[in-house]
């Protein structure tokens, strides 16, 4: 007797490469700029960061300002 796998025919879905995305989650924001999570959350907190984006109590990273303001700094 011969057992036969179960195959599954649902592919998985693609997933968007974090430098097309235009928002990240705060994991993806420190996979991507080696920034470490805590500090980001500190950043994000700050009332004034131009790269934060509330959905409802989450916070997302906008990626092309929170590029900008990598870039323009030398110190974070």
Not at 2 to 16: C, F, G, M, S, Y
Not at 49 to 63: E, M
Request: contains cysteine; positive net charge; charged residues 35%.
């Amino acid at each position: 007797m011969t057992l036969i796998a179960n195959q599954n025919t649902q592919k998985e879905p693609e997933r968007v490469p974090i430098y097309e995305k235009v928002t990240l989650t705060i994991r993806e924001a420190a996979e991507y700029s080696n920034i470490g999570i805590n500090r980001l959350e500190t950043m994000l907190r700050s009332p004034r960061c131009p790269f934060v984006l509330y959905v409802g109590k989450k916070k997302l990273v906008k990626r092309r300002e929170f590029e900008k303001y990598i870039t323009d700094r030398i110190e974070i």
